[in-house]
């Protein structure tokens, strides 16, 4: 039993010890009569041997009473989520890819087998044409911090006003704030720019996540659960962005050309709650944050790596290594996370395969059995995998078995937003809902993957049916999807 059924038992249980109290002392007053009662306690009184099995009995019921107390208010909160919100930039910051090529080809210090290399990389990568770029690289290639600050200020902002709109929470209810940004942390922070700009609390407990990776959310997810078993009845926010115009490399380190071809703006706004009467309202509840970081790996340490290049020009470097690393992260979580959420059934067979496998490799003459690989769409009705790129995609849709419509949130997350870093799980969230997919009951699993090497999953239940919404940023064009995606598409210049 999870540690959320027991603290639902927990909590019913004591709910209805109270109510059978209130309800069988007044029937007893009625039915024997005060009078009666008070000349029994009495007799029990003056009765040594019966005063004492009255004074025991008060004692042990007193006991009872006062464990079950603090077992319910030690126990953890349930944590919910009551809407989010992604945001969606204007149609005058779309970038097709041959605009991509031509603002490379303009900035002059590309050499021609870099940009054959970005040409090759964007015709494989899965995008289509209408991808989001800041307006600072798409009209001067403005790298300054001011303009830095514009594009993500906008993001930010952006998706928390639809937040607040759709939720109707006033920003000074908020207590929690997390911010996740992993390669743009200006001071003051990017937490210190939201409270100013809504005019949050003064005792609001802000917090600013930098460096973490395209895995951050579910780690400011993780850290906004924790916080909200200290504050209680209270609203937590987590915004997740990631700036492309302060990190966009202009040397030839084919490396760190990648991340040019890959990030586009992106940005998300969540709002989670303890508060037991936002339940009904509350589109899923969280079951489960399972953290896997492989840090203390070198080879996972360096394969997403920021630092200088030859010419001394900062950027971030993508090992060779990549995706094997995904890989070998991920099937850590997932062997953690399996336990927690695969039907008895599943754990059956991957004990028996395990005990074959052990046996198999205990005889010389004897063909090892593979690995078996437990069925996740047992667990989960939807999947929202990290949109980090194709490669990472196919081999997740390898290695999980899972099939095209499975798939379809995250590939057409990639080919509509390209690579948002950590927010992309929340587009995903919102084709699935945008499609009305999600219904009460079902159960949702992100995946986010990012530097260090870190890979972390958040499970969600829907506390009911969640169809299409006006603040959707799939609104207006879902009925086109899903599209089909060619392996190559030719950049046409």
């Keep these: ?98 605009l991509t090529m031509k603002l490379s080809v303009a900035y002059g210090k590309f050499t021609e087998e870099s940009l054959n290399f970005q040409r090759k990389i964007l015709e494989r990568s899965g995008y289509g044409q209408r991808t989001y770029v800041a307006t600072a690289l798409l009209e001067k290639s403005d790298q300054s911090m001011a303009a ?6 906008a993001a930010m902002f952006g998706a928390i006003d639809d937040l607040l709109d759709k939720s109707r929470v006033e920003a000074r209810e908020i207590g929690v ?15 210190a720019a939201i409270v100013n700009r809504y005019k949050l609390r003064g005792n609001v407990s802000s917090f600013n996540l930098g ?14 659960k924790d916080l909200l078993q200290v ?60 953290r896997t970081n492989r840090a203390s790996d070198d080879r996972c340490y360096r394969s997403v790596f920021q630092q200088e290049d030859e010419q001394n020009i900062v950027g971030v470097s993508l090992s060779r290594d990549l995706t094997a690393v995904a890989g070998e992260v991920l099937k850590e ?26 046996v198999s ?26 949109a980090g790129g194709r490669g990472v995609l196919d081999q997740l849709e390898e290695s999980l078995n899972l099939t095209e419509r499975l798939m379809e949130p995250s590939r057409m997350t990639l080919y509509r937003f390209g690579n948002t870093s950590s927010s992309s799980l929340w587009y995903e969230l919102a084709y699935s809902e945008a499609k009305g997919r999600v219904r009460r009951g079902d159960r949702v699993w992100q995946i986010g993957l990012g530097s260090g090497f870190k890979c ?22 879902i009925d086109g999807f899903p599209v089909i995606v060619p392996k190559i598409a030719p950049i046409l210049c």
């Design 231 to 290: 504050h209680s009845h209270s609203y937590a926010l987590i915004v997740s962005t990631e700036n492309t115009t302060r990190n966009w490399y202009g040397g030839n380190n084919r490396s760190m050309l990648v991340t040019n071809c890959l990030f586009r703006v992106g940005a998300s706004a969540v709002l989670l709650t303890n508060r037991p009467s936002d339940r009904r309202r509350a589109k899923y509840q969280l079951c489960h944050v399972l």
């Design 333 to 358: 979580n997932i062997t953690k996370l399996g336990p927690l959420v695969l039907p008895l059934s599943e754990k059956l067979q991957f004990l028996a395969n395990l005990i074959a496998r052990k």
């Design 211 to 224: 460096g973490m990776g395209c895995s951050a959310g579910l780690i400011a997810l993780d850290l906004a």
């Design 361 to 386: 490799a205990a005889g010389a003459k004897t063909a090892v059995k593979k690995p078996y690989v437990p069925d996740f769409k047992l667990a989960f009705e939807h999947f929202c995998i990290h």
């Design 148 to 153: 830095a600050r514009e594009e993500t200020e």
């Design 456 to 477: 972390n999953s958040a499970v969600w239940r829907a506390l009911r049916d969640v169809g299409p919404e006006e603040k959707n940023p799939w609104a207006g064009e």
């Design 1 to 98: 039993m999870s540690s959320i059924q027991n603290v639902q038992l927990a909590t019913s249980l004591f709910r209805y010890a109270i109510y059978l109290f209130l309800v069988v002392v007044p029937v007893l007053f009625i039915k024997i009569g005060i009078q009666d009662i008070i000349s029994n306690v009495q007799n029990y009184l003056f009765d040594e041997s019966s005063s004492l099995l009255l004074l025991l009995t008060i004692s042990a019921l007193g006991c009872v009473l006062a464990i079950s107390t603090v077992r319910v208010m030690r126990s953890p909160r349930h944590v919910y989520l009551l809407d989010f919100a992604c945001y969606k930039p204007g149609s005058d910051h779309e970038c097709p890819k041959e």
């Design 177 to 191: 704030l997390v911010v996740n940004s992993s390669t743009f942390n200006p001071t003051p922070s990017l937490s």
